[in-house]
């Protein structure tokens, strides 16, 4: 047993699971022996991905899906045996709105992640003036930005396709993303691909309509997804059976678990020991140590080690959200709801961000004769509304179906889920500041950061930088084993 190394991974949450999964893969392919425990303070697993189930009705109080394209997300599940669980979208003729000068107005499918691939819905939908269809045509020949200086979303798009495309279009669907606002975001933190595609083909839309010819010779002959797909029985499923295999494999899990600080101790030159110290007295002892927690907990952790570190992931804002999700009797909003739901731009002034028909989106989520949708809340500029009580809040969320898609009818079943400062934001200059976070954390070998904080908040974004933290871990831990 003296090959063994111990790691403790702190966060409980997909990233710091994800994490854990991948340490017994890497370390197994290494020949390192791991003694693995995750921490966490909350009594369940799996963080913001939390399913609940209510009689039939079935409904996500974090995220409800994950983009298909970006594979890490199905190849876990591929691994977790859960492949025969996974649901693409329903079918249907409506795929999602934009709520634009007082009406609903139709989004070309393509547009859902920003990539339009049907012209002739587009110029019909109404969503831009022929001023503002011309001005978006002309990044076909506004000079690239030779510049390598971040830039915001707001400026970045306003540059390529004009102030309406950006306000009517593009901002309302970053928002529902990342809940914040373009004026401040990191086009290269948060969208680096178009950048990319600027820079490469002197466009954007001329990049992405060669970038959909790749797409599409490149196509694989496995199941066809859609662009966002699920799991049968909520996401909840990819947490039980990660937990399930982790416990399989020796894992130790502790949950309710308060990390009150970091203890570091040298063993060797350039070797650490790392100290966790729990809320009830006690403490662990390990090799190697990821922190799969928001920047912000992540700082406290580590400002004794290094202030400056500290104080750069002090700089990591967040952004308080809510959902809330309503069943209605099919038959008391006919008429009302079509399609997958809708954005609403900031520019409209709404408190409501977007809103899922989620049992039109999705199967297995409702009774036929029910109607489940969920609507979001808040945001960088629109917490205010989050300091409502749960009565003052939903009456709200009423008011504004009622005024945007006719939904007046009361809902025999109501669910709020308040998530504080959960939705990290990459402002600009997000990247340099992770650069500046990595060389101050440098001396300690063995200590890694991982989570949304940092490289990306979506399901497969999490699942692929916990693989890259599992990588950093076994690649220290072989060189103190030689």
Request: hydrophobic share 40%; glycine share 10%; net charge positive.
């Amino acid at each position: 047993m003296n090959n063994l190394r111990t790691v403790v991974v702190i966060g409980g949450g997909i990233s710091g699971l994800s994490t854990a999964y991948a340490l017994h893969e890497r370390a197994s392919a290494a020949g390192i022996q791991i003694r693995c425990t995750v921490v966490d303070a909350a009594p369940s697993w799996g963080g913001k991905i939390v399913t609940h189930r209510v009689g039939d009705l079935v409904t996500e109080a974090g995220p409800d899906s994950f983009l298909s394209q970006k594979t890490a997300a199905i190849e876990l599940c591929a691994k977790l045996g859960l492949t025969d669980q996974l649901i693409n979208t329903n079918e249907t003729s409506k795929r999602a709105c934009v709520f634009s000068q007082g009406r609903l107005r139709e989004l070309p499918e393509g547009l859902v992640v920003i990539s339009p691939n049907q012209l002739g819905p587009f110029l019909r939908s109404g969503l831009l003036s022929w001023p503002g269809l011309a001005r978006m045509a002309l990044d076909l020949a506004i000079p690239v930005k030779r510049s390598s200086s971040d830039e915001s979303l707001a400026s970045f798009f306003r540059r390529r396709m004009g102030r309406q495309a950006f306000e009517r279009m593009l901002e309302p669907l970053m928002a529902g993303i990342y809940g914040g606002d373009a004026e401040q975001m990191s086009v290269q933190a948060t969208f680096p691909r178009f950048v990319e595609l600027e820079q490469q083909y002197g466009s954007v839309i001329r990049g992405m309509m060669a970038a959909r010819k790749t797409d599409s010779s490149a196509a694989s002959a496995g199941p066809k997804r859609t662009m966002f797909v699920s799991l049968k029985n909520g996401l909840s499923g990819l947490i039980d059976a990660l937990v399930g295999r982790l416990t399989e494999q020796g894992v130790t899990f502790r949950s309710s678990t308060i990390v009150d600080a970091l203890r570091v101790r040298s063993h060797q030159p350039g070797r650490w020991k790392y100290d966790i110290i729990l809320n009830d007295g006690s403490a662990l002892s390990a090799d190697s140590l990821v922190l799969a927690t928001p920047a912000y907990v992540s700082a406290e952790l580590v400002r004794p080690l290094t202030p400056i570190a500290g104080g750069l992931l002090d700089l990591i804002p967040y952004a308080s959200t809510a959902t809330i999700a309503m069943a209605y009797p099919c038959a008391a909003v006919a008429g009302a709801a079509e399609g997958f739901g809708f954005v609403v731009p900031r520019a409209e002034g709404r408190d409501l961000i977007a809103a899922t028909w989620t049992s039109l989106k999705w199967a297995h989520r409702a009774p036929a004769d029910q109607l489940l949708v969920r609507c979001y809340v808040g945001g960088v500029g629109r917490e205010a509304i989050l300091q409502l009580d749960e009565r003052a809040l939903v009456s709200r969320v009423r008011d504004e179906l009622a005024s945007m898609c006719g939904v007046t009818a009361e809902p025999n079943y109501v669910q709020v889920n308040r998530w504080m400062k959960a939705m990290p934001q990459y402002t600009l200059g997000h990247l340099e500041r992770l650069n500046q976070i990595e060389a101050a954390l440098s001396r300690y070998g063995g200590l890694v950061l991982t989570g949304t904080g940092y490289r990306g908040v979506g399901i497969p974004d999490c699942i692929r930088d916990g693989a890259v933290a599992a990588d950093r871990v076994v690649r220290y831990l072989s060189g103190e084993r030689s």
